[in-house]
């Protein structure tokens, strides 16, 4: 299995922060990345997906970069609805594997 | 719009079998382009992977559930389900159905573009 590891676990951050989360594979997944926010007791929502695109809909405060093994989500000014838990999710092989999330308060 | 929604019983008794169905509305579940997966979160933890059903009615499972896992297509009502065998405390979670978007031929690739709402399911005596 791939494994997915973000950091940090968590982070405080204030309305108009930058912030930053990092999610590195075990081994090369290419652009196979996809970032998901989830607010308490919903499902989660994509937000980027292939590492780099936006899903349709989604703010353009949130872009992703990377490939290979290190990757990031940056959300270039915090909104109040922007406080959740963001999780990385990798389609490169199966079984498809998830960060352990990082809650952003 | 696609819209999913699980539906089963809320409490399974240990060591027996979990059934969930997910019901998708607004999009046929046999188009090619799609592949409909199970994923399920314990409170408070992560999100874990159970395993996908391609659009010409393949499996793929997660390992760490292979043994237990039955993932079907039901074209006549629109859903998918899933059939977890020997349950233990471990398996309490919601469980949530979602579409597997833009999987490429060989299988790589895609992201999960819509969500059912989650069935939480406890498995207790």
């Known amino acids: 299995d791939i494994q997915m590891t973000q950091s940090p676990s968590s982070l405080s951050a204030s309305v108009g922060d930058r912030v930053t989360i990092t999610c590195r594979a075990s081994?090369?997944?290419?652009?196979?990345l996809n970032w998901y926010q989830q607010r308490p007791g919903k499902a989660p929502k994509v937000l980027i997906f292939?590492?780099?695109t936006l899903q349709r809909g989604v703010p353009s405060r949130f872009s992703g970069s990377g490939s290979g093994t290190d990757f990031t989500l940056t959300v270039s000014s915090m909104q109040p609805e922007d406080f959740a838990t963001y999780y990385c999710?990798?389609?490169?092989?199966?079984?498809?594997?998830f960060g352990q999330g990082t809650k952003v308060e | 719009q696609v819209q999913l929604q699980e539906s089963g019983p809320g409490l399974v008794k240990p060591s027996q079998t979990l059934s969930l169905s997910c019901s998708v509305s607004g999009d046929s579940i046999t188009r090619p382009n799609y592949y409909w997966s199970w994923i399920r979160q314990p409170a408070g933890m992560g999100l874990e992977w159970i395993g996908r059903l391609s659009p010409r009615g393949s499996t793929n499972y997660n390992p760490s559930l292979e043994s237990r896992v039955t993932i079907s297509l039901d074209t006549s009502k629109n859903q998918f389900s899933l059939r977890l065998t020997s349950v233990t405390a471990a398996d309490t979670a919601v469980y949530y159905c979602a579409r597997d978007e833009g999987v490429e031929l060989w299988g790589g690739g895609g992201y999960f573009d819509s969500w059912g709402q989650g069935s939480l399911v406890t498995v207790s005596s």
């Open positions: 999710q990798q389609s490169y092989s199966t079984p498809r594997t």
């Open positions: 292939a590492a780099s």
């Open positions: 081994q090369s997944i290419r652009s196979y």
